[in-house]
């Protein structure tokens, strides 16, 4: 049976589905206009009210508005981060390894405390599953400190000793601590990758305020679901890129995001 919609009213063309979508589609992209160019019939008024519906497929100028906006910052967020990806590629090769004496295995690929490069990707040594775990300045201290308050608590002179030397070792340790981490800091700040890092953050605020402006305005034809389904895209590129290789509940927003833009712009016959 043909896809297509009778018009009721004489000299009325005919409107397939085709010829819709590639209207929303024009909506999705055209960030200057207040209304979607739809093939519309030339009378506006009929007893068929699936027609009617159809000759108002317009996308809401607030909308068409804010996704230019979205649009402008997902661009500066994507500079952003080409051009930290430049800095790093400068000087990755000053950024130091961490010394084996302040590293612990065992890390998991979700570790806040796991070992990164200039780049912030996990550092993963030959042979090994996973980044190593970082052990802070903070703890290195507290090791110090314990060792230091059981000095005196040896009940021989051979357990004192033995806890001095242990003592001497964690302050040993400390010190490649503090030496390795001011050696990043002082790549970081010769580098500029503090601002770099900054530009990408607030790029990254901008794209989720204006998703956020976008999703809060009701959407009134299939224009305005194509738009509000970039945003949904956008945002997921921008802050949770895997939720898209998530097949479970955390992934469908972005695939049925992706499933209306490709709707939109005439995937689906």
């Known amino acids: ?73 997902k661009a500066e967020r994507d500079a952003a981060k080409d051009a930290k990806e430049w800095l790093v590629d400068e000087w990755r090769h000053l950024w130091p390894l961490a010394p084996e004496e302040i590293t612990l ?27 190593r775990r970082l052990r802070s ?11 230091t308050s059981h ?38 700040d010769a580098s500029g990758i503090h601002a770099a890092d900054a530009r990408i953050k607030t790029a990254g605020r901008a794209v989720t305020h204006l998703c956020k402006q976008i999703m809060a305005v009701q959407a009134k034809s299939p224009a305005c679901l194509a738009i509000k389904a970039e945003a949904v895209e956008v945002w997921c590129e921008v802050h949770t890129y895997l939720l898209k290789d998530d097949d479970g509940i955390f992934g469908w927003p972005c695939r049925l995001a992706s499933d209306i833009l490709n709707v939109a712009a005439g995937g689906v016959s």
């Open 1 to 73: 049976m043909p896809n297509t919609v009778q018009a009721a009213a004489e000299g009325v063309p005919q409107i397939n589905r085709r010829r819709l979508l590639a209207g929303i589609a024009a909506a999705s992209t055209a960030a200057g206009a207040s209304v979607v160019a739809f093939p519309a019939p030339a009378a506006t008024s009929t007893n068929n009210p699936e027609v009617t519906h159809l000759a108002e497929p317009q996308a809401n100028p607030e909308l068409v508005a804010l996704v230019s906006k979205l649009r402008d910052a």
């Open 137 to 147: 300045i903070k703890d290195l201290g507290w090791f110090i400190d314990f060792r």
């Open 105 to 131: 295995r065992g890390c998991t690929e979700w570790d806040d405390c796991r070992e990164v490069d200039m780049a912030g990707s996990p550092v993963i040594r030959p042979g090994e599953k996973y980044a």
């Open 151 to 188: 000095i005196e608590k040896a009940r021989s002179e051979k357990a004192r000793l033995q806890r001095i030397a242990k003592l001497d070792e964690e302050k040993r340790v400390l010190r490649l601590g503090e030496e390795y981490y001011t050696a990043i800091e002082r790549v970081k």
